[in-house]
């Protein structure tokens, strides 16, 4: 059988894929809105209820993704999730109006959360704690190429194909990431593809291959493990800051449509410009906690310094609608995409950290959830705001989002962690 050195970074680049593909899939509808909106007759408080479904979907099914993932298994929880969504996204291109195009949403809504708590036990399954903000930031670096890509891929397709034909072409590219991803992952015990000098550095920093294997929850497990304090502050941090990268995914092309006049092949040209610095910090934010690990700094300082940096930059949106250029409010956007990466590199690697694997899955998947909750009274509030008054209290809003968060997790949190010492809680 091949062995491939240093194979745990081929499971990385896979799950940079698999992201890269969840969020191509979510995207697409924000850059095609224009011309779905005019055929449907939708106005943006209709394009709001879409999203709306889309979230309360994502925000159920966060919360049960990730005992899914820990009663399923990394491999074939992975594979189950991806083949919905993909399925859920080409069904798109059957919508024929408003509430049509809703159900569809509802089902990407409710498949897609399952790739954050299957990519975080996949991570803990195959990387020592110093590497797993590296493994959470360069899988979440998928989520900024995704929307990166869609909007000069989803513009192209529509402009020459129209817009039904790039939802089937986007979506299914999720079904060739799945045959490869059954052909190749394992945890690091049962692979075929890692070498005996790999397996020697990550026996006994990762997961024991008795934590790596489907488990039954106990009953009740998930009341218990949202009652911890680790994992509710969780919770409150990803309800509060969410909501800002949601904004930009689904909202920045129409912003950039209504108060900056672009048309489609402008957005196309430009709107991917803020997730290519997203995608920076988060590969520059898992990288640097654990380089500052690597020079003897304690894990919850090297946490908690990423985490305040991203609440200091953040606050630079308040002035995306108030500069007179369309490239200083994408200059400033790129701003925030890059603290946001900093932020959730080192946030979604703290249930890593702190949990047990018998419930990664479970305590990331109620985190997301938060943010899933977040995210929809946002865009129904951005859809009311933006319809009746404009996009600048949005922005305003956007710019508290990470500071608020910031003092909540560390005042239910990392306070408390820095206590108790170098180990993770209990």
């Known amino acids: 059988m091949f062995r491939v050195p240093n194979f745990r970074y081929v499971v990385a680049a896979m799950l940079l894929l698999a992201t890269m593909i969840n969020y191509a899939d979510r995207l697409m509808l924000s850059v095609v809105a224009p011309q779905v909106r005019q055929e449907f007759g939708m106005s943006e408080q209709d394009y709001s209820h879409v999203l709306f479904w889309f979230m309360a979907a994502y925000a159920i099914m966060y919360a049960l993704s990730g005992p899914i993932c820990d009663r399923l298994g990394t491999r074939r929880a992975f594979a189950v999730f991806i083949a919905a969504w993909s399925l859920a996204a080409v069904g798109h291109a059957l919508a024929v109006g408003k ?9 990407l809504g409710f498949s897609e959360p399952g790739n954050w708590p299957a990519a975080a036990k996949a991570v803990a399954e195959w990387f020592p704690a110093e590497q797993r ?3 959470i930031g360069l899988f979440n670096s998928g989520s900024s190429l995704g929307s990166m890509l869609a909007p000069p891929m989803v513009a192209f397709l529509t402009l020459h194909y129209g817009w039904r ?6 979506g299914a590219m999720g079904f060739v990431w799945l045959a490869l991803w059954l052909l190749l992952y394992d945890p690091p015990h049962k692979s075929r593809f890692i070498t005996e000098r790999e397996w020697e550095f990550l026996k006994g920093r990762v997961r024991p291959p008795e934590e790596a294997v489907p488990v039954r929850p106990p009953r009740g497990e998930w009341w218990r493990v949202m009652r911890m304090r680790e994992c509710y502050a969780l919770i409150f941090a990803r309800f509060f800051t969410d909501p800002v990268i949601y904004f930009i995914i689904f909202w920045l092309p129409e912003y950039l449509r209504k108060e900056r006049a672009f048309d489609l092949a402008m957005i196309g040209k430009y709107a991917w410009v803020p997730f290519l610095f997203g995608d920076i910090g988060y590969t520059f934010g898992g990288w640097f906690s654990g380089y500052l690990m690597r020079r003897g700094w304690r894990m919850q300082s090297a946490r908690t310094v990423l985490l305040a940096a991203a609440g200091c930059l953040t606050p630079a949106a308040f002035l995306a609608p108030r500069v007179s250029e369309a490239w200083m409010a994408i200059g400033i956007t790129c701003a ?5 990466g900093l932020w959730i590199s080192n946030l979604l690697t703290l249930p890593t950290d702190m949990f047990p694997a018998s419930r990664v899955g479970t305590a990331s998947g109620l985190s997301g959830m938060g943010g899933a909750v977040g995210g929809m009274i946002a865009n129904l509030g951005t859809g009311y705001l933006v319809q009746n008054y404009s996009y600048r209290p949005v922005f305003l809003m956007a710019g508290f989002m990470h500071p608020l968060a910031f003092a909540v997790v560390y005042g239910l949190l990392l306070r408390h962690w820095f206590a108790k010492g170098p180990e993770r809680p209990a």
């Open 99 to 107: 509430w049509s195009l809703a159900a569809w949403r509802f089902l």
């Open 133 to 135: 903000a590296l493994g």
């Open 165 to 170: 034909t790039a939802f089937v072409a986007v």
């Open 336 to 340: 925030v995409t890059f603290a946001h």
